[in-house]
Each structure stands twice: as C-alpha cells, then as structure tokens.
C-alpha cells in the first residue's frame, strides 16, 4: 500500500527528523536524509552551530504514527506526527517535513498495539537471533509489538514495513507500563542520558534537546507529555517553588516572553540552592546541575506531571 495523502502511516527507520522546509536542509544534513538515515554520522558532521540549527523541528521514533498531508514529487512529505502533541501548532500534532521514504504503510486495522518498549540507550535489531543487523540504534523509548515467544535470550518483534520479524535482545525490551510511574522513576531514566549531546529538535538518545529529554523519559513509562516546553508547563499540576521534588519540571522565560526552556528537578531545595537534570542549550550537552544565575533569574515556576 502506497502513501496517501490524508490516510496515515508509520516511520519505519529508527530515527526520522523532521524538517521546517525541504529547502531548509543544509549540506551537513545529507546522512540524515536517506532512506536508511545514519544519525550518528550526521550529529557526528555537525559543529557547535549547526547542532542548533532551527531547520530541525523534532524527531519521530521507529514506529511513530503520522498524518500525511502533503506528497511532493520530489519525495519530501508534509505530515503532522500525531503522537507529538503540538497544539500551538497544529491541533492533531506536530507538523513539519521529512522524506517520504522514511514513511511506510501502517498495520492493518485490529493490529495489536505495541505492548514492549526499548529499555537501553541504543539496541541494534538483527535478522535473526545472533544475526546481521538490519535496523541499528533503535532508541530508548521505542515502542515494538512482539512477534512470538523469545527465543535463546532474543525476541522477536514486527516491524513497520517488513515482512519477517527482526530480531532484539530480550534484556533490551520490558512490559510498556500499565501503571503511572513515580516521578522519581523518570528521573532516573532521563539520568541515563546524561552527558549526551544537544541537538535542537532532538528527540532521541542519539542527541536531545530540553522538552525532548522530558518526553523521552515518560514515553518510557507510557506517558505522551506535548512536545514543546511551553506547552510541557500546562500538563499536571502547579507547584509552589520550595515544594518541589525530585521528578518535578522547572521551567524558564525572560520577561514578557513565552516559556523557552524546562529541566528536572534534580534535588529537593536547599535553601536557595536548586539543581536540575536538562539538556542545556549554552553547554551543549545534558547536564546535572546547581541553577546558575542567569536560570534562577528566569524561573517561572515548578509543575508535577
């Protein structure tokens, strides 16, 4: 089944980027754009700026539903992705570019829905068990529907636009929760990532920004949070600062200006003294830290998801 514009479909590469503009794409981002796109390589290819650069608007993880709205003929694809909530933007979901080779057909209607989810950073799928790789750096947070019972310590599972099912280790792959899970859990989990590169738009654990390390650490327990941090700061509850916990989001604007960035509280308050996990856009990278002035200047307030 071919794409169609108004029906959806599904990404089937690890890691799908999406774009402002098909023209908006630069020379460094060629390795992203194939129809086995080497994310590695291309964060690789990329200096200090260019990591930053606003042509990127998010990433969309193997699996992911989109809409399809557009299909040029020059194969780029308008779609809105459906499981990033976005609603500034677009009421069904975050909207933007990507080549329509990264796409496929989605199941067929009464398909299960996928109940694994990837528990490690990175895991390579492989075409059989103990085999060669045919899909590698699936991320953290994937979700993957199984295909049989494990076998020799791997499992099987199906994936979009395959036949035959490819193969994980089963100690990479747990239960999607069923339960909310603790604040701290999260934490933890977005702990995990520390230290890992920031990439504006990013999405994954292959490189990340702030609101994309939130929504990674509770899609692994089962929880869509919006993509974006402004809209991040109107999910759950409100807490006076002084009261947060371990779990809970910060989140920052400069005066008379929309919310730009969000953290995770790090550590109870000590005083006057707060600390935080974010992806820090100044250091490039994900960091644990004491709040420095200039973000305590900017502190606009604490929620509990």
Known sequence: MELQTGREAVVRVPVATLWSAPEAVRPVDRP???DAPD???????????????????????????????????????????????????????????????????????????????????LTPLRTAPDG???????????????????????????????ADPLWAPEGDLVPLPTERPDAKEVLAMAERLHDLVYIWGGNSSHGIDCSGLVRTAWRRYGVTLPRDAAE???????????DEIPGDLYF????GRPIHHVGIVSAEPQGDVRRMLHADYVKRRVVEERLPPDREATLVGARRV
Request: hydrophobic share 45%; charged share 15%.
């Open 232 to 242: 991040q700061a109107e999910v759950g509850s409100e807490v006076a600062l002084g």
């Open 32 to 34: 992203a754009l194939s």
């Open 252 to 255: 920052f604007a400069r005066p």
């Open 132 to 162: 060669p790789v045919a899909l590698p750096g699936v991320v953290l947070s994937t979700r993957l529907t199984p295909a049989g019972q494990p076998v020799d310590g791997w499992r099987p599972v199906r994936v979009p636009g395959r």
């Open 39 to 121: 994310i590695v390589t291309w964060i690789a290819g990329m200096d200090r700026e260019q990591r930053v650069g606003d042509c990127v608007l998010t990433q969309l993880l193997l699996g992911e539903r989109v809409l399809v709205t557009d299909l040029r003929t020059d194969g780029w694809a308008h779609v809105v992705a459906v499981e990033q909530p976005a609603a500034t933007l677009d009421p069904r979901g975050y909207p933007g570019w990507l080549p329509a080779a990264q796409l496929t057909a989605p199941p067929e209607a009464g398909s299960p829905i996928a109940p694994l989810v990837v528990d490690v950073t």
